[in-house]
Structures are given as C-alpha cells and as structure tokens.
C-alpha cells in the first residue's frame, strides 16, 4: 500500500512562490499518474495537474503557466513548482493517483496566499 506525504505549504504573498513535495513509500508509486489536488475552504477537493509514468503533464486551466509538476521515480517524489500564486491558490494540497485518488490520502500540506 502505498503511502503519501505531502510537505512545503506555508503562507507566501501574492506574486510568490512555493515548492510542493510529495514524497511516496512502497514500490507501487511508479506505476501511477500522480496528480496534486487542492481543496479550497468550503469547496471540493481538485485534481490541478498530474504527471504520467513516462512525465508527461497536464495542467487545470486556473494553473496553467503559473505551476509546474514533475516526478522523481527513482525518489519516489512529486514536486510541484508554484509561481505567481494569487489568493485563490488558497487551499490544502494532496498528492495521489490521477484522475482518481485510490491511494489512501495523505494530511495534505496548507497553502495561504495573503498579503
């Protein structure tokens, strides 16, 4: 079974940058398309980006040229690169498979974007 930790959160200005881990145990990470969910206060939890097997990507439009999501297999870990966020980047980030979530959720990691 797969676990996940996800860790890097924190509170940054509008305009800042932060760079998310998540970093997976158990040998099954690599076959996954590994995707970073955020949820939002009062909102439903969003698959935004997701990095295939191979690294290929693919961004939700509110991310799009502002994030970047890359793997590590050999480390087991998921980065993602957060640029210019805005206050509506506001949420708590998770890691897991992509499009689904199957593993078992991590305790996600808060992201606050105030001035």
């Known amino acids: 079974q797969v676990q996940l930790v996800e860790s890097g959160g924190g509170l940054v200005q509008p305009g800042g940058s932060l760079r998310l881990s998540c970093v997976a145990s158990?040998?099954?990470?690599?076959?996954?398309?590994i995707g970073w969910y955020r949820q939002a206060p009062g909102k439903q939890r969003e698959l935004i980006a997701r990095?295939?097997?191979?690294?290929?990507?693919n961004y939700d439009e509110p991310v799009k040229g502002r994030f970047t999501i890359s793997r590590d297999n050999a480390k087991s870990t998921v980065a993602l690169q957060m640029n210019r966020l805005k206050p509506e980047d506001t949420a708590v980030y998770y890691c897991?498979?992509?499009?689904?979530?199957?593993?078992?959720w991590g305790n996600g990691t808060l992201v606050t974007v105030s001035s």
């Open positions: 158990g040998s099954d990470f690599r076959l996954y398309t």
């Open positions: 897991n498979s992509a499009p689904t979530g199957v593993l078992k």
């Open positions: 990095v295939t097997t191979s690294g290929i990507t």
